[in-house]
């Protein structure tokens, strides 16, 4: 079965700090996502990548598809970034073409 | 708005209750998913259609699940005799062209929360 494991679960942090939040995949995927839930339930699409790195302003999200792990990093991390990240894996060959998702790290940045 | 729409935003029903869950993809969007999403969990595939055509139907945890998307645009969720454990966040995303490929994001709606009493 694909499996997406996130970690931490819950992480609180002061306004500033440097956040990471790791995201583990089980076998050959086709792209990894990075995706943010605000409270209310509406998603957000933050980064969808298959190798490498990407950046988007204090945003970083990198993935070794060889360890099969991704991180999304936040910098000088600030209240309104306090959320639920959520780590979603696109699996190649047959079957839905959706994506597994992780369970969500759940981010609380106190000013 | 040209925001993936779902309607309503919240649905309190009756154990018993038959309920529909309304998705209006971006428009010219191919691919329609829907997921599930239980209290501190992550969401969970449902379904999946292509245009019109369901092609994987494979998360709909029973038979008193049936979606449809008759015009290959607008779809919905219908939830019959409704249990409490069909209590949850119900989310439908879109993309441009087939599946979650590389090169076509998915565009998530806000979601309908479906609590059965």
């Known amino acids: 079965k694909n499996e997406v494991e996130q970690s931490p679960q819950n992480l609180t942090a002061q306004e500033g700090e440097f956040i990471t939040i790791n995201c583990s995949y089980s076998?050959?995927?086709?792209?990894l996502h990075w995706l943010q839930q605000h409270p209310g339930g509406g998603i957000v699409s933050l980064f969808m990548?298959?190798?490498g790195k990407k950046k988007h302003g204090r945003l970083i999200a990198t993935i070794n598809i060889q360890e099969k792990h991704s991180s999304l990093h936040i910098t000088a991390s600030h209240p309104r970034d306090s959320a639920v990240y959520i780590c979603?894996?696109?699996?190649?060959?047959?079957?839905?073409?959706?994506?597994?998702f992780g369970k969500g790290t759940h981010l609380i940045i106190q000013p | 708005g040209a925001g993936v729409s779902q309607s309503p935003r919240y649905k309190v029903a009756k154990r018993g209750q038959d309920v529909a869950l309304r998705c209006d993809p971006i428009?010219?969007?191919?691919?329609l998913f829907w997921y599930q999403q239980a209290l501190g969990q992550g969401p969970e595939f449902l379904t999946y259609?292509?245009?019109?055509?369901?092609?994987?139907k494979s998360g709909l945890p029973s038979d008193r699940f049936f979606a449809e998307r008759p015009e290959g645009s607008v779809s919905t969720l219908k939830i019959q005799r409704t249990q409490q454990e069909d209590s949850a966040v119900y989310l439908c995303?879109?993309?441009?062209?087939?599946?979650?490929?590389?090169?076509?994001?998915?565009?998530f709606g806000n979601g309908t929360r479906l609590t059965v009493t």
């Open positions: 076998v050959g995927i086709s792209a």
């Open positions: 995303a879109s993309s441009l062209t087939r599946g979650s490929s590389y090169n076509s994001p998915l565009h």
């Open positions: 979603a894996a696109s699996y190649s060959g047959g079957g839905a073409d959706g994506l597994t």
């Open positions: 259609f292509q245009n019109e055509a369901q092609l994987d």
């Open positions: 990548l298959s190798s």
């Open positions: 428009s010219g969007h191919v691919s």
